[in-house]
């Protein structure tokens, strides 16, 4: 595959897909310690045909932006917090850590190395990065390996829900994403292998993803597809669900903290589905989602409409505009959250 190069995008048309940029992040673990890592321009990977990521999927990955400021800056948001969600999953499948530090500083030198693929301001494209650990050594028995690879690269994305802004429909699964003890709080591909068949058979029949149900009673809210819900009740309160196996995300996190400050006095709850009435407003939160309004879930055969099935409700594209203005530079917002690479 040829390297692309800054003039072979249309930045206001991307989609959500992969590009060869001439740079990437790769370091390796061995003799139980990680290497110094350092940019290489090979964008394929050698791993032994008995290493226990692909037989067994020990691996863990990330997903992060960079975002270009009208200023022609460029801004990271929150890259530790990755750092940190990294090493926590990376915990769970008995891999080594990564020093967050080190994570944060990798980070910097992917973007800057591909600094001209970070799409222009106003476009609503980013420079989407995806931080890979995955065990490269040999190993038949199922155990951890002792030989592991982080690989980061970058590639220039736009919006991930086709629309942006436009709401989009949801349909509830009888498949489960995961277990209360299993993996879902672990950002592992794993949980994505066993989500492609509930998630082809909802685009199949004219949905944009899947609604997740918790895996024992089927009746509380987990995941939309691989994004967070929320929901804005009828009085104004900002609701997101708790459960030992939905991934917490980032952009949750940070959305907790922004409603907190707009008065919406936020709170993490068991969300059933049989009291979506108790909605005003719903929508999806990730790196890739952003703030998605969510137009409708259908349950059961059942579509329950939210705010409008054309438009965002107007918390919805509050809170889009408030995260969206601290992530693009035009807003400030709490302390710490925005890394400035410069021009
Ligand atoms: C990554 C991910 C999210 C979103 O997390 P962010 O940190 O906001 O990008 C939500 N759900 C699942 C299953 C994920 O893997």
């Known amino acids: 595959m040829s390297k692309a190069k800054p003039t072979d995008f249309d930045w206001a048309n991307l989609d959500f897909s992969y590009h060869d940029l001439p740079f990437r992040f790769r370091t390796f673990y061995r003799n139980g310690r990680w290497e110094e890592g350092k940019l290489v321009t090979d964008s394929q990977i050698s791993l032994s045909e008995a290493s226990p990521s692909i037989h067994y999927g020990q691996q863990v990955f990330e997903g992060l932006k960079a975002y270009r400021r009208p200023d022609g800056g460029i801004n990271l948001f929150r890259p530790n917090e990755n750092g940190k969600r990294m090493n926590r999953s990376a915990k769970r499948l008995l891999m080594p850590e990564f020093p967050v530090d080190r994570f944060v500083e990798a980070i910097k030198q992917v973007v800057l190395a591909n600094k001209e693929f970070v799409p222009p301001y106003g476009t609503g494209a980013t420079l989407y990065l995806r931080p890979l650990m995955i065990a490269i050594d040999s190993v038949v028995g199922v155990q951890p390996g002792k030989e592991y690879m982080l690989n980061i690269y970058a590639t220039p994305v736009g919006p991930y829900f086709k629309g942006g802004l436009t709401p989009t429909a949801f349909v509830t699964s ?65 609701l997101t669900p708790k459960s030992p196996s939905i991934l917490p995300s980032i952009t949750k996190l940070s959305v907790l903290d922004l409603s907190k400050e707009m008065g919406l006095k936020p709170a993490q709850v068991q969300i059933s589905i049989n009291d979506l009435d108790l909605f005003a407003e719903a929508g999806a939160m990730g790196t890739a989602a952003v703030i998605s309004p969510v137009g409708s879930i259908t349950n059961q055969g059942e579509k329950h409409v939210f705010y409008s099935e054309t438009e965002p409700g107007p918390i919805t594209l509050k809170l889009y505009n408030r995260l969206t203005g601290i992530q693009f530079g035009t807003e400030t917002g709490p302390e710490g959250w925005v890394i400035d690479l410069g021009k």
Do not use: C, M, W
């Open 174 to 238: 009888q498949y489960d994403r995961a277990a209360h003890g299993g993996t879902g709080r672990a950002k592992v591909g794993g949980n994505y292998a066993a989500s492609l068949l509930p998630g082809s058979k909802a685009h199949e029949t004219g949905y944009s993803d899947v609604v997740y149900l918790d895996p024992i009673h089927h009746e509380y809210i987990e995941e939309l597809g691989s994004a967070n819900f929320f929901g804005i009740t009828k009085l104004g309160q900002f």
